[in-house]
Each structure stands twice: as C-alpha cells, then as structure tokens.
C-alpha cells in the first residue's frame, strides 16, 4: 500500500473516531428519551478545555482522561438534571428547542469566560512522532486515537450488552413504560445514559485538542452536527449504528479531500451533508438498522 | 390485601375512573370485566403507580405492611410484589427472551432464588428455554404472551394484575395459559385480572366486579355473576 493512501486511510480512522464517539453518546441520548441533542457537541467543547486546564495544572495524562471522562459525565447528568427532565412529559419540538437553547448558553457562556480567543492545545511533542510499520508511517497521535476509541467502545458495548445496567437501559430505551413496570428507576437509567454519553463526548474533545492543536469556545459545533450525520447513516437509536456511521463519515470526508483533485477539498462538508441527504432518500431509518418502530 | 376506594383519575380532560371501590382478599382470583373503554386498563395502570389519581386511595397490605399506592413510585410498588402484566404483552422485542425473563427479575436481588424461578418458568413454559437466545419481537403471539407471564412470575408477584392475556390468541394456547393462571392462584397468588372473554374468567374467577363508564356496577362471587342476567345479556352473550 502506498504510503499516501495508508497516510489517508489512518487519518480518516482518526477523524472517524472523532465522529463515533461523539455519535455513540448523541444516539444513546436519543435512543432512550428520543430527544435530538444538539447540545451534545459542546460537550466535546467542554472536553477539550477541561483538558487544557488540567495540562496546564501539571496533571499526569493518564489521570487527564480519567478526569475528563468524569467531567463529560457530571456535566452531562447536570444538563439532564435541570434541563431535560423537567420537560421530560413535552413534545418533541420542544424538547428539540431545548437542545439548541443549553447549546447556546454553553456556547456563550464559554465565550464569555474564555474569550473567543483560539488557544494552542498543549500536547506532548512525543506524540506528535510518526511511528511507521513496513515502509508505511503514521503519526503517534492518530494511533493514540485510533487504540483508545476502539478500547472506549469496547468498554462501552461490555456495559451495554453485559450488565443489568446496559440491560436496564436498552429496555428503557425500546419500551420506557414496560421497563417501568419491571420496577426499572427509569430517571436514574437515563442519568446513566447521559453520564455515558457526555463521558465519550468529552474525550472526543480532548482527542480533538490533539489532533487539531487548536481549540476555542464555538468547537464543538461542527462534531454536533457531524454526529448527527453519522447517526442518520447508522440508524438513529443503535450504538452499534452511529460507530459504524462515525467511522464511514471520517473516513469518506478525508478520503473525498484526498483522492479527489486538489480544487474539491474546499466542498468537504458540502460532500457529507449530500451523503446525508442521499442516505436520507435511500434508506431514511440508516444502513445498519433492520427493523424500526416509531414511538409517539 | 388490597382495597381501592373511591378513585377518581383523568386522563387529559376526560374523567375514567369515577369513585371506583373494591377489594381484592388475600389469595383472590378477581375479575374485572367490562366493555372497551370501560376504565378497566386505566385502573390497573393507577394501581401499578403508572397513572396517579385526583383523588381516592388504593392500599396494599402485605407481610404487615400497608402501603399506599397513589403515592409510592412504579418502582416501589413493583418491589412491594405488585406485578403488572400489561395490556398487549409490552415485552422487550429486540432483547432475547432470556434477557426479558431478567428484567422481570430486575429488582430481586438473590441470584440462586432468580435461577430457581427461571427453572419454574421454563417448566411451564418449556418453549421459552429452547427460545432463550432469540429476539422476543421475533417470537408468536403466544409466545411472546408466555414471554410476558413468565417475566412477571421471575418477579416474584404477591398480587399479579393481569391485562387481557388471552386477548388475539389461539384458543389452544388461551387455555395454557388459563391453566397457568390456576396453577398461581393455588400457589398463593393474589390475582386481579381484566378479560374480554368474561366466560372464562367469572368461571375461574373467586369475585367479579363488572365496570361501566368508569364506576364499578355490579360485584359478586364468579358465579353469581355468570348467573345474573344483566351480565349474561351484556358480557357472556346469552339472548334474555
């Protein structure tokens, strides 16, 4: 394989983590109150300067994305505590208007605090190394990316498909007033939903940080909307389905800028929201999705 | 065991239950029947803490305790052994049947007690252990009604609510589960069912409370019920 197309394919699997882990967590969000979450972007905003701070406290990487993962979390159960439970009963129109209001209110608030300003993510200079395999090379940060998402997710689909929890909230999520009768704490399921959702989402931020090297207060929009994307391709509700989806759309942006001729890679995002509207007429309920019932 | 008085619950605008009261004892099958939109589902759903009325009470007494049902969480209920079994089976159509057998279990803690139960479920329903693996949604209509039964057993019920378990089902498996319906109530389960097909129910049924229009009617022992003319005209079909 040349060293140009691997260089892109690794790229796109990087980008494309990005977008799964930001993806997982707004389809989980769906998938059990059927709320479209477009805060759930600014959480990677919120990821990326938690991160920056602790660097710049001097804490130890390792401890950073513990620490991230836990402020994703509280600021994820936080946003439902005072946001969303209360207008829990309400249509999904407003539920939706919601979702942009606590966007815009982290968005300015951020602005606010941090200025709109881009600050320099401080990453270590070692992973900005290229490690190479047999005549091919790739840069440390992007594997970094690639190995931890994949063990993330891992982690994700043990507590999904092999606990009481994940059982808990995949039968909250198909059918809340059964699980209710179960005797299911439905509130504390869905807390738990956003907790890990919010987590994913936080850590995508501090991914982004490094691969971007550059993070401001507004960042968080494009991997929202990105997510929503890959939702859609995915099937909107399956975690298995915005992984896929996450990954297809990283992977399909970097290679439509790499493998097209130089004048198109200006029309990137115009190629993902046409993939977006194909997919829509196609196969509206996402490729990887076999059977869908509609809740009202 | 358990004694509803005088509730009253909407829904939106409309008034359903309008000062319902009636007991069930302890160790009762009791049947509550009564045309479509009678106000029977909506009862159950009060009791079971899913709908919360204007006004009245439902109490429930068990090991001593006296619990008062308009107040306490779904979740409670469920763990002081009220089990609902709901209208249209409202099993878990993408988890496998075993994974809805342990929701049922969801809020029992010990484990060797929940494998006991399971072991029960399946000898009643054997097609459930050859199924376990297989998505509920993808099971018949029986099936999935076994499915249901067996959940709410794997939660271990001191009074089951029973919903229509015989509602679009063949009459060969309407009667398995009739039969599993008695088998309950001779272990000592307190039952209180709602069925379209009143014959069958006032013939197993201890008492019967007839409901119209959001009120109870008419109550009585099975017999006495399968025997007045109001209801054999009504709900068993029988010309005057």
Known sequence: MSQYLFQQIINGLALGSLYALVAIGFSMIYGIVRLINFAHGDLVMIGAFSTLALVTAGVPWPLILVFVLAIGAIAGMTIETIVFRPIRGASQVTGFIATLAVSIAIQNSALMILSGQPRNFLFPAFMRQRVGFGGVNASLTDIAIIVLTLLLIGGLFLVVYRTRLGRAMRATAENLTAARLMGVAVNRTILAAFAIGSALAAVSGLFWGGKFGQIDPLLGFVPGLKAFVACVIGGVGSIGGAMLGGYILGLSEVLFVGLLPQEFSGYRDTFVFLLLIVILLIRPSGLFVRHTEERA | ?240
């Open chain 2, 1 to 240: 065991m358990l004694e509803v008085r005088d509730l009253n619950v909407y829904r939106g605008a409309t008034h359903v239950l309008k000062g319902v009261s009636f007991d069930v004892r302890q160790g009762q099958l009791a049947a509550l029947i009564g045309a479509n939109g009678a106000g029977k589902s909506t009862t159950l759903l009060t009791l079971s803490g899913l709908l919360r009325p204007r006004s009245g009470s439902a109490t429930l007494r068990t090991d001593g305790a006296e619990l008062d049902l308009t107040r306490l969480s779904s979740e409670k209920i469920v763990r002081a052994g009220l089990i609902h079994c709901p209208e249209g089976r409202q099993i878990f159509q993408s988890l496998s049947v075993a994974e809805n057998l342990d929701m049922g279990a969801y809020t029992q803690r010990d484990r060797a007690e929940v494998c006991r139960t399971m072991e029960e479920v399946h000898t009643l329903f054997p097609i459930l252990a050859e199924r376990a693996n297989v998505a509920a949604g993808s099971l018949s209509g029986g099936e999935q009604m076994m499915v249901a039964i067996g959940r709410a057993l794997l939660a271990k019920p001191k009074m089951l609510l029973l919903d229509e378990p015989s509602l679009g089902l063949a009459p060969l498996v309407v009667e398995t589960i009739f039969d599993v319906i008695q088998r309950l109530k001779s272990t000592g389960v307190t039952i209180l069912l709602i069925e379209q097909n009143a014959a069958m129910a006032l013939e197993i049924a201890d008492a019967a409370h007839v409901m119209e229009n959001g009120s109870i009617v008419l109550s009585g022992t099975g017999e006495e019920l399968a025997s007045n003319d109001r209801v054999r005209q009504s709900y068993l079909g029988v010309a005057a």
